[in-house]
Each structure stands twice: as C-alpha cells, then as structure tokens.
C-alpha cells in the first residue's frame, strides 16, 4: 500500500463548479503538505503549501488538512477550464524536510 | 530567472544504451532533485543533492543508474544499460531551504 492514495480520476466538471480533491496518507509523522499543478506536458509548480492542521486559502483556492483522519483537501471554487490540470498533493516530514512523497496525482477537467 | 533546464527534451534510444539526461538548477538553489513520473507509479524521488553531495539516494536502482553533480550549476543522471521499464518522464527540481521545488519541463525517455 502507497504511503499517499489519490483517486486519480479524472473529474469532470463544468465550468464555475466547486472542485473538492483529496488525498489519504498513512504516515502520521507529516507534518507539511502541499498541492502542485501539472498541466500536460509540463513540469509541477506548487500552487498551496499548508504545515500541520487547518486550512489555507489564496484566490480561488483553499487546502485543508485534517491530521487526525490523516485525510487533506484542496477546494476550487469558480472553477475555469483554464484548471484543467493533474492536481498531485505532496507530504514530507519534519526530519526528511526536503523529501516528498507525492500522490499520484488527480486529472481534472473544467468544461466551458 | 530561466528556471530549471533538463535537455534532451525527448530521447528514443534501444535497449541497452547508454543515456544521459541533464539538468541545470535555478541559480543559488543548495538542493537539487532528480524524479521519475509514470502512469503507474506517479512521481518518484530517485536521488537528491545538497550542496552537489548525495543526500538520499535509495530510490535509485543502483546497478543501472548514477548520478553525479559535479558543480552548483550541472547535474546529469546515467541509464546504463537502458532498459524498456526505464520508459518515463524524468523531472529536475531545485530548491533553497524551504519546502517549495521548482520542477524543469522533464525528459520524456523510450527505450525500444
């Protein structure tokens, strides 16, 4: 079993729907979390980094961690076809700081 | 900044050859990431540097692979001898001391 699941879709939605991606993880030592973008073709670029618990939220998106259920989130709202992207969340520990452990990723499509 | 540089962008070659994949880092990152992507798989941390000193390398399949940084601004991972599983996308990624990486544009890699 993965140390991080991630439905990998893809997700159909219409353009100014609400967009709710999540990832489980089973290694209770994370402690930051973040989501990166991938548009195809292309390399990742993180988009939201959290550390530890709660919520985070920049424009139209918004990550939320729940530690407890080893369970984080990544919220679109208005979402755009310009979103049609693979959305990967990624995790790493206090101690190996600069290693991360990547789901393998969700595709979503924004249709016009 | 140009951000980071992998070339080739794409490599065919047949099994059993040798290939060569490069990567220059963002300038004044101390930390650099070589990553395998496939379908499969998703995104795999095969080696990381600090400083041009190897920092972890135990995703790395040894027998075939190596991968060296012989200054602050140059690295290149080795496929020697190449194999048709090799077949993926290889991410660079650089980063300071902080939990933000920034991804190259990948190497698309067959091997036939």
């Not at chain 1, 195809?40 to 407890?68: C, H, I, W």
């Not at chain 2, 990431?33 to 000193?53: D, I, P, S």
């Not at chain 2, 660079?92 to 990948?106: D, I, K, M, T, W």
Request: glycine content about 6%; charged content about 20%.
């Amino acid at each position: 079993q993965k140390e991080v699941e991630q439905d990998p879709g893809p997700l159909s939605v219409p353009e100014g729907a609400i967009v709710s991606l999540n990832c489980t993880y089973s290694n209770s030592a994370f402690q930051y979390f973040m989501w990166y973008r991938q548009y195809s073709r292309k390399g990742p670029e993180l988009l939201m980094y959290t550390y530890s618990s709660g919520n985070k939220e920049d424009g139209r998106f918004t990550a939320q961690v729940d530690k407890s259920s080893k369970y984080i989130s990544l919220f679109i709202r208005d979402s755009q076809p310009s979103d049609s992207a693979t959305y990967l969340c990624a995790m790493t520990s206090s101690t190996g700081f600069q290693k991360l452990v990547f789901g393998t990723g969700t595709r979503l499509l924004v249709s016009p | 900044d140009a951000g980071v540089i992998q070339s080739p962008r794409h490599e065919v070659t047949e099994m059993g050859q040798e290939v060569t994949l490069r990567c220059k880092p963002i300038s004044g990152h101390d930390y650099l990431f070589w990553y395998r992507q496939t379908m499969m798989q998703g995104l795999e941390l095969l080696v990381y540097f600090n400083n041009k000193a190897v920092m972890d390398d135990s995703g790395m399949p040894k027998d075939r692979f190596s991968a060296k940084m012989p200054n602050a601004s140059f690295s290149t991972l080795k496929i020697q001898p190449s194999e048709p599983r090799d077949s993926a996308v290889y991410f660079c990624a650089s980063s300071r001391l902080v939990n933000e990486q920034f991804f190259g544009p990948g190497t698309r890699l067959t091997v036939l």
